[in-house]
């Protein structure tokens, strides 16, 4: 269905069908806005942004490109197309059609996961509320913006969901929503990721990269969802979260080209001294936020898990085309856990195994770009190698929360770790060195930050001076 654009509230669900659901939205919108001007990227009210916009959900028309003032971007509900065969695809209730309704059963359980899920969306953009101070160029600064919008938006997708299916509860979460705050003592966000800091551009790029990357795996499970509307909401999400990781895997990849470039122009890896970030100092950010992304996939044996499966509530990495008998009910799954504080292989029932599986599927993912990343580096000539550390280094959420563990797998002494971690995870100096490059913003079209080398090629094939952001 087309999205309609001369209400309100942008949507493709015939929101003025239903009056009651249509105030109740507009409601909330205005509460947005406040938590947009007070919480979203600071001091942008006025500027005009070179930005993406959805016009329809089909994939020629979702990316609209243009100027808009980022309080005036006409974020919406937009679902992707229902398939009226869609069945279960998995679990107790298999082959049945999907549910247009939520379950009397499954209520709780679905809210609690649009609730985590749409708790994300906001957290990021609040995380990255500074960002813009110190962009690097143009180019850089739109592409945070086209992420917090939409971040913005898919918190809309969730709050949909809450107000159209869940009554006063659903209501009360979608408050909550603007209430709970990214760090907040008293009213943090739900998830440990989404409450850590985003205070400069490297941990930006490490964040779009792991974290985003967690937000494709999750949806991509809830788009297996049996109840249709939620599917269809991360469906869409989906094709978003593309760019975000974009983002992160180019932003990376060009720090790592200018490190390179600054090396072999002066013969050193000691680059801090020409104001640049080091091989070294890259991959401690790596490690950090790829062992705070892991926890985002829970307990390696999770009977939550379990229980969404079966229920049909939340499915694997693209069900459909897994080979197998969609019940899991006699599979078996082997996992990495810890016994007497070692690290043990243990085969467990794959239902129990999900969470497991997923962050598999992840890891898997997030390697294909460190290899590209080498690639560069070695491209560059250099024998450098960035590396995933160990699944259970660093790790808070799990089996292996509260061990000390190297990021090649061995399980260390409090006093090893302690004499290990500075070089391991960034340390208050790392942190403050990076901080120290991050100038004021570029704003000038065409100009880059001394640490970064220039994209590839423009948003939608803008040339390389584009004025992508519009200072008023
Ligand atoms: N932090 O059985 P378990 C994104 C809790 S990112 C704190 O393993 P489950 C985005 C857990 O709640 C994607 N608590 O739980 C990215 C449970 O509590 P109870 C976000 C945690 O439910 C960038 C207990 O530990 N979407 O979109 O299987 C920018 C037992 O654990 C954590 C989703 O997460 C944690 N990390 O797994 C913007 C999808 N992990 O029951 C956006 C929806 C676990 O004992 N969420 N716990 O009170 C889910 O599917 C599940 O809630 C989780 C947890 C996978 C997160």
Not at 132 to 143: I, Q, V
Not at 189 to 206: K, Q, V
Not at 338 to 345: F, H, L, S, T, Y
Not at 347 to 360: D, G, K, M
Request: proline content about 5%; glycine content about 8%; hydrophobic content about 35%.
């Amino acid at each position: 269905m087309a999205i309609d654009y001369s209400q309100l509230i942008p949507n493709n669900v015939d929101l003025s069908s239903d009056r009651r659901l249509q105030r109740a939205l507009e409601n909330w919108q205005p509460r947005f806005l406040d938590w947009w001007k007070d919480m979203g990227p600071d001091g942008t009210s006025a500027y005009e942004v070179y930005l993406r916009t959805a016009i329809s959900t089909d994939s020629n028309g979702w990316a609209n490109f243009g100027f808009v003032k980022m309080p005036e971007y006409r974020w919406g509900i937009f679902l992707a197309d229902r398939d009226p065969e869609r069945q279960i695809a998995y679990g107790d209730n298999k082959g049945k059609p999907v549910w247009q309704d939520v379950p009397g059963e499954l209520r709780s359980t679905l809210r609690r996961l649009i609730v985590t899920q749409g708790d994300t969306e906001p957290a990021s953009v609040e995380q990255q509320r500074l960002l813009g101070k110190t962009a690097p160029s143009l180019y850089d600064l739109r592409n945070l913006f086209q992420i917090n919008v939409e971040e913005g938006r898919h918190l809309w997708a969730m709050v949909y969901l809450l107000h159209a299916y869940f009554g006063r509860d659903g209501r009360e979460e979608a408050e909550e929503m603007l209430v709970r705050h990214s760090g907040d003592p008293d009213k943090p966000r739900i998830l440990g990721a989404f409450n850590e800091a985003t205070p400069d551009w490297l941990s930006f790029f490490m964040f779009t990269y792991f974290t985003d990357r967690d937000g494709k795996y999750q949806l991509a499970s809830l788009a297996e969802s049996g109840f249709d509307p939620l599917a269809r909401s991360c469906r869409f999400m989906l094709t978003e979260e593309a760019h975000h990781m974009f983002v992160g895997e180019t932003g990376i990849t060009r720090i790592l080209q200018r490190t390179c470039e600054l090396m072999k122009e002066h013969k050193t890896d000691d680059v801090r001294s020409l104001g640049a970030i080091d091989l070294a100092t890259m991959q401690k950010y790596l490690n950090f936020h790829f062992s705070v992304s892991l926890d985002l996939f829970g307990q390696e044996a999770s009977t939550n898990a379990a229980n969404y499966y079966t229920m049909g509530v939340k499915g694997r990495f693209l069900e459909t085309r897994i080979d197998d008998d969609h019940l899991l009910t006699n599979a078996a799954y082997e996992i990495d856990t810890a016994e007497d504080g070692r690290i043990v292989k243990k085969t467990v029932p794959a239902l129990s195994a999900l969470n497991e599986r997923l962050r598999q599927d992840y890891i898997e993912d997030c390697a294909k770009g460190v290899l590209r990343w080498n690639k560069a580096i070695e491209r560059a000539g250099f024998n450098f190698e960035m590396k995933l550390p160990h699944r259970a280094f660093n790790r808070r959420i799990g089996a292996f929360a509260g061990m000390r563990i190297s990021p090649d797998g061995r399980v260390l002494s409090e006093t090893d770790w302690v004499a290990h971690e500075g070089k391991w995870l960034p340390t208050d100096e790392d942190r403050a060195y990076v901080t120290s490059l991050m100038g004021p913003a570029i704003t000038q079209p065409g100009k880059f930050a001394h640490w970064i080398a220039p994209p590839a090629r423009g948003i939608n094939n803008q040339p390389g001076d584009f004025e992508y952001v519009r200072f008023n």
